[in-house]
């Protein structure tokens, strides 16, 4: 269940864990205040229904054995519904706009725990983040997956072009800080003079991150390649030799376990989540966010050993298949039903 089913992060895990849990024998339906785009079809046919009829929401929701809910805002639907209920926490900015989509987010969550019989939170720092503003101890931690049938070594590398090639994939908002790798690159063709660097996906900052390019000369070496299909996105990170991120917020970073189930190691900023999945993974690095020459300095680090990082990106990304996720979510139900 979301508020908006769209593009974003917190669809994906949506779709991704509906399709997995409906392979194990679970009979899924998402629900959504508005659908941005319809739920692909996977091996699994996953049903959807609107929840803007309020009048017809109790009926609805009492049709189902547990609610799984992935949005602050669809938190109070606990109120009107008597089934099971369990909160998937993907947390929000706390600067910007985000302030109060956060703000918000906390004051569902104060407000409905109560309600909750389960609370899932998708990385450690978010497990740590419901324990110190809303003193949450129970919470169960489940990395989001990835699909290792489809994100994998050996692809062709039909988009290089360059080397080293660099990767970055994203919604191009704000605090995604994407400006920082354009930089970076600039210093990085000192060294390498026919680096490149793929920027996939969209967002409002498109426009004036396109003018940047243009005003550092980096037309050449920098594509803003726009969003693209689902099954054309292995290839980006299978031509890559290193995946970036300059981000100054996230709960997980989903295209981090993406690259490393691709075999491509790592470089990203210095906030809490980055730094769990790189001390976890063994596959990259962390940089002082802001500081550019450190960004550089560890990128060149990893591309020059790239090799020694592919294993255990790829250990680690088979660790969690989205099927493993799937089958954690499978093991919280049964507890919830069962007791």
Request: hydrophobic share 40%.
């Amino acid at each position: 269940m979301a508020g908006r089913y769209s593009f974003g992060g917190a669809s994906r895990v949506i779709e991704n864990l509906a399709d997995n849990l409906g392979k194990k024998g679970v009979d899924i339906t998402i629900g959504a205040l508005k659908f941005m785009r319809l739920p692909p079809t996977g091996a699994y046919d996953v049903s959807k229904i609107p929840l803007h009829n309020v009048s017809k929401l109790k009926k609805v929701l009492d049709d189902f054995d547990i609610v799984h809910n992935h949005h602050p805002i669809t938190n109070y639907l606990a109120l009107i519904s008597q089934r099971a209920f369990v909160y998937h926490y993907h947390g929000a900015p706390d600067f910007g706009k985000g302030n109060l989509l956060r703000f918000n987010m906390l004051l569902s969550i104060r407000l409905m725990n109560y309600r909750f019989d389960a609370i899932i939170a998708v990385s450690e720092s978010g497990a740590t983040d419901l324990k110190r503003y809303l003193g949450l101890n129970a919470t169960h931690v489940i990395y989001n997956g990835v699909e290792s049938h489809r994100f994998r070594p050996g692809l062709d590398e039909k988009f290089r072009k360059g080397t080293p090639q660099f990767l970055f994939v994203g919604n191009i908002y704000k605090h995604k800080n994407v400006k920082e790798l354009v930089q970076a690159l600039k210093e990085l063709l000192k060294e390498y003079p026919e680096a490149h660097l793929q920027i996939v996906g969209n967002g409002h900052n498109c426009r004036r991150l396109r003018a940047f390019i243009s005003e550092l000369e980096l037309d050449e070496h920098v594509e803003l390649v726009g969003r693209v299909p689902d099954y054309e996105l292995p290839y980006y990170y299978t031509s890559c030799d290193v995946y970036v991120t300059a981000s100054r917020w996230e709960l997980f970073g989903l295209p981090l376990l993406e690259a490393m189930a691709c075999g491509k190691p790592i470089v990203a900023s210095s906030i809490r989540p980055h730094i769990e999945l790189v001390a976890k993974s063994k596959s990259g690095d962390v940089y002082s966010q802001g500081n550019i020459e450190d960004l550089c300095e560890k990128v060149i680090k990893t591309y020059e050993n790239r090799g020694r990082y592919r294993s255990n990106a790829l250990q680690f990304a088979r660790k969690h298949d989205w099927s493993v996720a799937a089958e954690r979510v499978l093991k919280i139900y049964a507890e919830i039903l069962h007791n």
